[in-house]
């Protein structure tokens, strides 16, 4: 068969105006706006989309990665014996895991990061600390940095992020600028729910933050960490969104729309059942989603916790969807899957005005 480059050209072009008349005469009277559905509590859409009804096409959602990239996460908490959290990051890197989120409840000293690094290099990796409000960050990464001389790579080969303070901070950043180059120190998160209440809370602490910092170039520190939920279309035009109200904030405070930031997504524990097999299956759709919507850094919740053998299975589980969705959906292929949808274009847009309208009736 001779190759084509448009396949699609012996076929005439229907307009909208044509689909919407069959569609009218179909209904037999009906009002086409009782097919509308919500979406959260503040947008109404049709489900007729088509590329004359676009007004405002949007482009390419850019990130600074190749393809889509994303980093595998799993979550851990600390052990009493530092040895036996040691035993689950190791075997959880040498099967596929690329980023782990340490939860911190609690002071470490350098020896107990000894013991929680033992045959862990984390110039390979990256690292995110989640800190206990308790707990100073710095006192954190400081102890951290101290077994790095014994690593592999130099400062400038570790990559990671530590949270625990909802404001940018100085004293923080000068030392991350000097031992860690290359941490994010600046971590924005809002509660679960309505996406757009939960997008504006996100817009609103990150402009609180600029507003609050001694200089706006603490922009680049910014890591998003977003909770998605079941809605999968939903959950894709929520990250793209956030992109695009994160360039025009930028542009307001004419900084480079090109200061990408860091969106680290995980699952919402309302998202689960008691049903390990069922949360199993919307884990492939929840992952799938945080994918097309352009995660950096996803973690998908094991289905189950329990007895040792079964929590090893759900976390062996939960790590393979990724791999799956890499190497054989090969969703890391191509930026920004989703760019094109008329529906997901359509649903991006609205969610972002949204939410803009929400920021300026703030000010």
């Excluded at 509308?36 to 850019?62: C, K, M, Q, Y």
């Excluded at 013991?115 to 710095?138: A, G, R, W």
């Excluded at 860690?180 to 309505?194: T, V």
């Excluded at 035009?237 to 200061?259: D, G, P, S």
């Amino acid at each position: 068969m001779e190759h084509q480059d448009n396949l699609f050209k012996e076929f005439e072009a229907i307009s909208a105006e044509a689909w919407l008349a069959k569609i009218t005469a179909d209904l037999k009277g009906k009002d086409r706006k009782a097919l509308n559905h919500r979406v959260g509590e503040n947008i109404s859409l049709s489900p007729f989309h088509h590329a004359d009804t676009i007004s405002e096409p949007g482009g390419p959602i850019a990130r600074n990665t190749e393809g889509n990239q994303w980093l595998i996460g799993e979550s851990f908490l600390l052990d009493e014996d530092l040895s036996l959290t040691n035993k689950a990051i190791l075997h959880a890197l040498e099967n596929g895991v690329e980023a782990i989120k340490i939860a911190v409840d609690r002071k470490l000293t350098t020896a107990d990061f000894i013991k929680l690094f033992d045959q862990v290099e984390p110039s390979y990796i990256h690292t995110h600390f989640t800190i206990s409000k308790k707990i100073n960050p710095l006192e954190v990464l400081s102890e951290f940095a101290k077994i790095l001389a014994e690593k592999i790579g130099d400062k400038n080969a570790f990559y990671g992020s530590v949270d625990g303070m909802r404001m940018p901070d100085q004293a923080l950043q000068n030392w991350k600028n000097s031992h860690l180059p290359n941490f994010k120190i600046w971590c924005i998160e809002a509660p679960f729910g309505d996406p757009v209440d939960q997008l504006t809370t996100l817009i609103k602490n990150g402009v609180d933050g600029l507003e609050k910092s001694e200089d706006v170039s603490v922009a680049p520190e910014m890591v998003f960490k977003m909770k998605i939920g079941t809605d999968f279309f939903l959950e894709i035009a929520k990250l793209r969104a956030l992109r695009v109200l994160w360039a025009n904030v930028l542009r307001a405070y004419r900084l480079e729309a090109t200061i990408y930031p860091k969106i680290m997504v995980d699952f919402d524990m309302s998202s689960q059942t008691e049903d390990p097999n069922q949360n199993m299956i919307r884990a492939t759709t929840m992952a799938m989603a945080a994918a097309l919507g352009g995660a950096d850094f996803l973690t998908v919740l094991p289905a189950s916790e329990g007895e040792e053998d079964r929590s090893a299975f759900y976390r062996r589980i939960a790590r393979n969807v990724q791999h799956i969705l890499k190497m054989e959906s090969f969703l890391d292929r191509v930026k920004d899957v989703a760019g094109g949808s008329y529906y997901l274009e359509t649903l991006t847009t609205e969610i972002g005005k949204a939410v803009w309208k929400n920021i300026g009736d703030m000010n």
